[in-house]
């Protein structure tokens, strides 16, 4: 097993973690404590880690040389009848997550061009760029389960999508 995949795992891991944690955290400024309250608002990667999606699927990639490393973490949760002013909330929770992850490509990127880095290290850091940004993009998707499912059902008048 070579090093580069073991840092692409624990990129890929720690960005959906904080993928996943930004929307505890909007359901929270919101009024929902459902994820306080599960444990779920912490970078401790044992309270997120879906054994399919996080490990199992992951590997099995790699092993089958398939080229690419996909995974997810186990979703936070809210209840939206916990939310104040739900239809407001809604769509920013969904949001949270993949705007997270255009944040940390954002701040990795403005490392890799102004910071005096090794090139070793500018390698690890264009990683965590585009697993970033290919999070952000996917989850904008409006497929369901996704995030931008939810983003759209939203705004769908008589609908409620969580």
Known sequence: MEISFIFQILILLFSVIIHEISHGFMALAFGDRTA?????????PIK????FGSIILPFLLYFTNVGFIIG??????????????????????????PLSNLLLATIFGLIIRF??????LSLMFQSVVIVNLALAIFNLVPIPPLDGSKILFSFMPNSRFV
Do not use: C, M
């Open 36 to 44: 306080q309250y599960q444990g779920r608002l912490t970078l401790n």
């Open 48 to 51: 997120h880690i879906d054994l």
């Open 72 to 97: 997810w973490a186990k979703p936070v949760p809210y209840n939206p009848y916990n939310l104040r002013n739900a239809r407001v909330a809604e769509p920013l929770i969904a949001l949270a997550g």
């Open 115 to 120: 910071a005096s880095i090794s090139f070793e």
